[in-house]
């Protein structure tokens, strides 16, 4: 069996946060922001929050797959920015959709959390274990951001995608998923409650600290891999593909992909201008946008790929 799409939906804040806006209170610029991100305006939550944006996009997916809560048995949710430890985000959402009969969990693998959570909904489905799935990815990474540091706290913003999966005869199309704990040092986000620190305070070390250029080395370089691998095990070239989701970290680093693909950037779309780097949530995001444009056609193959903290990276096929 294979997990198929069936319906996506989106939340994204009320509130416009434009380079503009930064430029007030940290020391950048429109211009820089924009050269080395593609980043123009960001979503900043306000009444928002991770349960909220992923209950709104969980509601939205559903009503457009004419699927029932009582249908889902699984809710996946990727997040590292819920706003309580327990309970978990996803049992939150299960709660206010009234999914009665699902379980519901979440995962925690930063930026390629969605990608991750998509291989793990398809591994349920093919074991027999589940029948219908949601996968959600929602961050309120302005929770995490410390809003002195330019270096960091222009690159991220708010909002939540999710996508219904529900079972259909096929087979399991390829995916990888990979981790590098050694280099977790690369980007790290210690816990408030964590023993022996100032609970609860502003500590620095709470706030998400980043080597931008070993982040970048690493995207640029193991992402076409991860796709290349999913391309090898499906007998496809990249001109086969008809889209590429990549996370939405940074225009660079997606130009960089297409570029070491060897393939048209008019397959890669972007939406980073608009949103910034929403972590986990910025897939499904896109996901949504191109299908509510009815951009997909039926048949058409696509590949998903995520990269963050972890390290963490992967990539899966997927056919419209
Ligand atoms: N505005 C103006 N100047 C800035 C800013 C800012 N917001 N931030 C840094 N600078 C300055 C630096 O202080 C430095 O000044 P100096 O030369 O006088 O020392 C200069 O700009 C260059 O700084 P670098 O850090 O070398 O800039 P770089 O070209 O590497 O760009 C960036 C930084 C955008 C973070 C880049 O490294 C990057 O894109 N990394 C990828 C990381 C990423 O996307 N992470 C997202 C989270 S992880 C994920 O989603 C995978």
Redo the contacts with the bound molecule.
């Keep these: 069996m294979i997990g198929k799409i069936y319906g996506t939906g989106s939340s994204l804040p009320k509130r416009i946060v434009s380079n503009d806006d930064l430029a007030k209170i ?4 429109d211009a ?2 924009r050269e ?2 593609g980043v123009a305006r960001r979503r900043i939550i306000k009444e928002e929050t991770t349960v909220s944006m992923a209950t709104e996009a969980a509601k939205k997916a559903l009503e457009q797959s004419s699927i029932t809560a009582e249908e889902v048995d699984l809710i996946l949710v990727s997040t590292i920015s819920s706003e309580v430890i327990l309970p978990c985000t996803a049992c939150e959402v299960q709660k206010n959709i009234k999914a009665v009969n699902a379980a519901a969990f979440d995962i925690n693998a930063a ?1 390629a959390g969605f990608l991750f959570g998509y291989n793990t909904a398809q591994a349920y489905i093919a074991a027999g274990m589940a029948k219908t799935v949601l996968v959600i990815g929602s961050e309120s990474l302005s929770n995490l951001v410390n809003w002195k540091d ?2 960091t706290c ?2 991220f913003g708010d909002g939540a995608g999710a996508a219904v999966l529900k079972a259909e005869k096929g087979k399991l199309l390829p995916s990888v998923s990979h981790s590098d704990g050694k280099k977790g040092e690369a ?1 790290t986000c210690l816990s408030r409650h964590r023993k022996g620190s100032p609970a609860r305070t502003r500590d620095l070390q709470a706030y998400m600290q ?1 080597d ?2 070993s ?2 080395k690493f ?1 640029v370089k193991k992402v076409p891999k991860a796709v290349e691998e999913v391309l090898e095990e499906a007998g496809l070239k990249a001109d086969d593909i008809d889209y590429f989701i990549l ?1 939405q ?2 225009r ?2 997606v130009e960089a992909v297409a570029k070491r693909l060897k393939t048209d950037i008019e397959k890669f779309p972007m939406n980073l201008e608009e949103y910034g ?1 929403t ?1 986990s949530a910025s897939i499904p995001i896109l996901l949504d946008e191109m299908n509510r444009k009815g951009k997909f056609i039926k048949g058409q193959k696509i590949i998903l790929a995520g ?3 972890g390290l963490s990276w992967g990539a899966a096929l997927l056919e419209w």
């Design positions: 940290v020391d950048t610029n820089w922001i080395r991100t930026c330019r270096s222009i690159l980007l980043m931008g250029q982040v970048f995207a996370h970290a940074n660079r680093i780097n972590s990269f963050g903290a």
